[in-house]
């Protein structure tokens, strides 16, 4: 678990976080291990490892918003909560007193072999968050590679995949902390589908224009 200025960041693995500061944000919730009540849920798209219907189920309450990439809402319908919003890219929205925006979040040069498209196209209109919760900004990047829309965002905190196959490598996650400049690196994307800690220690050690925080995962 880090804390930073009050805002409390947990891990579970993937792309799964928890922030909280006087409410709860559950972020792409995959393979958590018990019920875990959210006042707000964050989807970036449609793949099932980051919009996994039994896992939203697990935090998911009639108190809850849930706020996902357009892809995602119409298959979020046996899902029980109080709403459901749609968040475009460079949409911006506050919910609970938690202010969001969609940044773009797609592959440049990760192609699908059997499709020969990129995994994560940008017409699919796949998100990440900025999240500005007491004071402070965290951009959770969704599955994507480094793209123009991501230069001097200047989060405090950045959540970053590092994983390559389907997202940025180690590398390329160490060059898009110097576009986008947070104040704290967190790695993520390795140890579920793909990737692995070695990964995630690679892209500590490249790191040099921020302080890096490589989370265990609990949970």
Same mark, same amino acid.
């Given at each position: 678990?880090?804390? +930073? *200025?009050?805002?409390?960041?947990?891990?579970?693995?993937?792309?799964?976080?928890?922030?909280?500061?006087?409410?709860?944000?559950?972020?792409?919730? +995959?393979?958590?291990?018990?019920? #875990?009540?959210?006042?707000?849920?964050?989807?970036? =798209?449609? =793949?099932?490892?980051?919009?996994?219907?039994?896992?939203?189920?697990?935090?998911?309450?009639?108190?809850?918003?849930? /706020?996902?990439?357009?892809?995602?809402?119409?298959?979020?319908?046996?899902?029980?909560?109080?709403?459901?919003?749609?968040?475009?890219?460079?949409?911006?929205?506050?919910? *609970?007193?938690?202010?969001?925006?969609?940044?773009?979040?797609? *592959?440049?040069?990760?192609? *699908?072999?059997?499709?020969?498209?990129?995994?994560?196209?940008?017409?699919?209109?796949?998100?990440?968050? #900025?999240?500005?919760?007491?004071?402070?900004?965290? +951009?959770?990047?969704?599955?994507?590679?480094?793209?123009?829309?991501?230069?001097? #965002?200047?989060?405090?905190?950045?959540?970053?995949?590092?994983?390559?196959? +389907?997202?940025?490598?180690?590398?390329?996650?160490?060059?898009?902390?110097?576009?986008?400049?947070?104040?704290?690196?967190?790695?993520?994307?390795?140890?579920?589908?793909?990737?692995?800690?070695?990964?995630?220690?690679?892209?500590?050690?490249?790191?040099?224009?921020?302080? /890096? =925080?490589? #989370?265990?995962?609990?949970?």
């Amino acid at each position: 678990m880090l804390e +930073y *200025n009050g805002v409390k960041i947990r891990w579970f693995g993937h792309d799964s976080f928890l922030f909280e500061k006087g409410v709860r944000v559950v972020a792409d919730p +995959y393979k958590i291990a018990g019920p #875990l009540e959210a006042d707000l849920v964050l989807v970036s =798209h449609n =793949h099932f490892d980051h919009m996994s219907i039994e896992d939203l189920q697990k935090v998911a309450s009639d108190k809850t918003t849930i /706020v996902a990439a357009q892809e995602c809402i119409e298959k979020l319908g046996d899902v029980k909560c109080k709403e459901k919003k749609a968040l475009l890219p460079g949409q911006e929205m506050s919910v *609970n007193g938690v202010r969001l925006k969609g940044v773009p979040a797609y *592959n440049i040069d990760k192609i *699908n072999p059997d499709t020969k498209r990129p995994f994560h196209p940008k017409d699919d209109k796949k998100i990440g968050f #900025l999240i500005e919760m007491g004071g402070t900004t965290i +951009y959770h990047t969704g599955d994507s590679d480094l793209v123009p829309e991501m230069e001097n #965002l200047r989060p405090d905190v950045l959540l970053v995949p590092v994983s390559g196959t +389907y997202v940025m490598t180690a590398s390329e996650a160490a060059r898009a902390v110097g576009v986008i400049r947070p104040k704290v690196a967190i790695p993520m994307h390795y140890g579920s589908i793909v990737g692995s800690e070695r990964d995630a220690k690679e892209f500590s050690e490249a790191v040099r224009d921020c302080k /890096v =925080h490589v #989370l265990s995962r609990e949970s």
